[in-house]
Each structure stands twice: as C-alpha cells, then as structure tokens.
C-alpha cells in the first residue's frame, strides 16, 4: 500500500501523476488550496482516479474542519508537529484530536504523523491512533527492528 501524504499548494496537480506512479492513496491538507468545487471535488477526484482518500489537519487547525468529510474518507491524518522537517518534539496535545475523531468515528482509520517513537507510542494509541507515521524513531535507531517492534507493541496494546 503506498499512501501519498501530499503537503504541497494544490494537491489536486498530482492526482493523475500519483495514479501512473502507482499510488495507492493519497491523503491531502484541508488547508491546501482546493480545486473548483472544493473537498468534496478534490475527494471524487481522487476516488475516480482509482485511489483511497485520506486528509490531513495541522497542528494549528480545529480538527471539525474535517468533520463534514470524515463518511467519505478512508483515513484522517493528524499532525503531531507542524509540517516540514523530520525530528521534531511530538505534540501531546494533539492527542484531544485524536480522541475527538475516535468517540465519533469508532472504525475510522486515525493516523498521527509526527515525533512517534517508543517513549510517545502509548500516548498516540491510548487516544486512538491506529495508524502511525514514524521515521527518526526507526532510521535513526542503532536496532531499527527494535524499534518498529516497539512502536508495533505500542498500537497493538491499545486494539479493542
């Protein structure tokens, strides 16, 4: 499966791009600029190009700006650092998010993207979190299979 996180200006220039490439999703920002017609365009877009949807919501976006899509999604992202650069602190608030997204949504895929390590896993799964987006946690371990296991053990504990 590969998910396309597209944190770019206007995500709609690279659905068919992403659709030859062999993308398998693509989850976009709420906060990009959308295409005439808006989410729900920039949704039917993606699903007639074959593709799952998936949107994504900053660190300093409500998360009920993706309420109103959330039945027409396959997966909700949220930020746990703010866009950019890989390394940052995680942000525990964010966690409210989650949880939020979780009592509503009981069978939504919820991912978080953002400072996941072993020591911040717990926290992201207790809330919700099924889906976990971890990059300085593995590569930048000396036991990379130790920590995916780790972050595994984390999401695992936490399944209903």
């Not at 976009?28 to 949704?43: D, K, L, T, Y």
């Not at 964010?94 to 072993?118: A, F, H, Q, T, Y």
């Amino acid at each position: 499966y590969i998910d396309c996180h597209m944190m770019v200006s206007e995500p709609a220039k690279w659905i068919e791009p992403l659709k030859e490439a062999g993308a398998s999703g693509v989850t976009f920002h709420v906060e990009s600029e959308m295409p005439e017609g808006g989410v729900p365009a920039m949704i039917k877009m993606i699903r007639d190009a074959g593709m799952k949807v998936g949107m994504v919501v900053k660190p300093g976006t409500s998360v009920d700006e993706l309420y109103p899509y959330v039945d027409e999604l396959d997966l909700v992202l949220i930020m746990t650092v703010n866009p950019g650069f890989s390394g940052q602190k995680f942000m525990p608030e964010m966690m409210s998010k989650v949880k939020s997204l979780r009592e509503r949504w009981p069978n939504l895929n919820i991912e978080v993207d953002g400072g996941l390590s072993p020591s911040t896993i717990d926290a992201a799964a207790e809330a919700g979190a099924n889906v976990i987006v971890a990059a300085s946690a593995i590569f930048g371990s000396d036991d990379r299979q130790a920590a995916i296991n780790a972050l595994r053990a984390g999401v695992e504990k936490y399944k209903n």
